[in-house]
């Protein structure tokens, strides 16, 4: 019997649309998907997963389903659920526990269920999920035959985890395949925060001066697609200093937040770290400055100080929040500072999670196949796996590699020709 708690079962049939688009998008999960499908090598597993309820994460839990696994899904965000593919992914089998607009109490029933099912195995992105089994479902955790980590800030939680001796089982950092993050966080991420910002606002790009908080994997997205769309200036800032020299030479200007925060326009987020935009910031930017996070958490722009410094607030249009000043300047605040990506939009595009989602397939693959060899450590995914998923995105995508000659091969391996 399927268990499930979602906003309204009538989505479904708009939800299986919506699957049907992404599938069709997602060429690697789907060739695997097939691959498994008749084997059914997850028969004995019980996998309980909490991401994004979204069309491309449907994909990865219908694949795992059919190749046998018995599923269970929670949102790894309060805001992000598409709720039409929640109740799809009911009719499919699958338990789900997600919609969109949860309490912080609510998200938390929801990962608690999960934990209650006892996995095998478990998917998590931002490490809630980790957390929470360590903290007060030990006994399970210790149980388990390994889990995945899907995002940067994840792994950091994790590996902080791992260095106090405390980590209970094997974790994948599917967040550290080349072929997540080099596409989902760079291209994925900028892409899509911006798809973001444009449904939420419909402001014109051209012309405006974009702040960019982090020059790390989606920083440099944002500011590449940032310069794309027509900004007039494109400002990074950093506070590391090899990162602000890349982004000084990939021709950003750099400069320290409390300076852009006097000239920018709209203010993007994407470090991993709190307190990024605050009260000292807020109080110098111009009438009408535009502030959106891409970074996991609702942290990077403080909202406890940007309501102490505001006198009056309110809902002017779906996932913009204005915040009048007492000079009565105006700031406004996207996607009560979530991921605005993934909340004002549909997260990154079903063609960079075939990569993301096809890792983290091959993840619980590993981790069932390894069972009882791992130690509890954070672990990068095989590269063999890694450079297997980009050959047949290429292949899919129809484009072919060089070829090494022998000659050129035993040349790679020696140390005796040179000049
Ligand atoms: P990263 O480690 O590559 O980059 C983060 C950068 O932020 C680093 O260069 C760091 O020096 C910089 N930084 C830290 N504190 C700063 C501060 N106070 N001011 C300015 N810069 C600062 O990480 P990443 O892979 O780019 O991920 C960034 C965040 O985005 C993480 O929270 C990650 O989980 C999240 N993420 C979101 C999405 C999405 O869909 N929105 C996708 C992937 C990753
Ligand atoms: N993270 C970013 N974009 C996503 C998407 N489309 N689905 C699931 N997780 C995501």
Known sequence: MVEYKVKDMSLAEQGKLKIEWAEAHMPVLMMFRKMYRDKKPFKDLRVAAVLHVTKETAVLVKALKDAGADVWLAASNPLSTQDDVAAALVDYGINVFAWRGQSSKEYYWCIKRLAESEPDIILDDGGDFHALLHKEYIEIASRLIGGTEETTTGVIRLKALEKEGLLKYPVIAVNNAYTKYLFDNRYGTGQSTFDGILRATNILVAGKIVVVAGYGWVGRGIALRARGLGARRV?????????????????????????????????????????????????????????????????????????????????????????????GRRLYLLAEGRLVNLVAAEGHPSEVMDMSFANQFMAVKYLYDNRGKLPPKVMNPPYEIDSKIAELKLKTMGIRLEVLTEEQKEYLKSWQLGT
Do not use: C
Not at 294 to 317: C, M, Q, T, Y
């Open 235 to 327: 400002i990074v800032v950093e506070v590391d200093p090899i990162k602000a020299l890349e982004a000084v030479f990939d021709g950003f200007e750099v400069m320290p937040m409390i300076e852009a925060a006097k000239i920018g326009d709209i203010f993007i987020t994407a470090t991993g770290n709190k307190k990024v935009i605050r009260k000292e910031h807020f109080l110098v930017m111009k009438d009408g400055a535009i502030l959106a996070n891409a970074g996991h958490f609702n942290v990077e722009i403080w909202i406890p100080d940007l309501e102490e410094v505001s006198i009056e607030k309110r809902r002017i249009r779906e996932n913009v929040e204005e915040y009048k000043l007492k000079d």
